[in-house]
């Protein structure tokens, strides 16, 4: 196989779905948490990854089988994971 085949199988086996997005995320008690979120498929599984405005990694989450979610749903799914987090 040569080189850039390989490299172009890889690269279909990992595509981004949405970017690198900002978001706010509303914590309790009148609290927030800046952070930033991606959403990708590697092969034939789904992950939400989220990152605080350091780029420090926070947590990556993969969605369920067959779960299409739009943007509102993501950033859903970003509150309860951080505060699951904030709660460890």
């Known amino acids: 196989m040569l080189e850039t085949d390989r490299k172009t199988e890889i690269d279909m086996a990992k595509a981004t779905?949405?970017?690198w997005t900002d978001s706010v995320v509303l914590l309790k008690f009148?609290?927030?948490r800046d952070v930033k979120?991606?959403?990708y498929r590697e092969q034939?599984?789904?992950f939400l990854?989220?990152?605080?405005?350091?780029?420090?990694?926070?947590h990556t989450l993969e969605l369920p089988d067959g779960m299409k979610l739009d943007r509102t749903s993501y950033e859903v799914l970003l509150r309860y994971?951080?505060?699951?987090v904030v709660a460890a």
Do not use: A, G, P
Request: proline share 0%; aromatic share 4%; no cysteine.
């Open 17 to 19: 779905i949405q970017d």
């Open 37 to 39: 979120y991606q959403v």
């Open 44 to 46: 034939d599984r789904h």
């Open 49 to 58: 990854e989220m990152r605080d405005d350091e780029d420090t990694h926070i």
């Open 30 to 32: 009148d609290q927030h």
């Open 81 to 84: 994971v951080l505060l699951d």
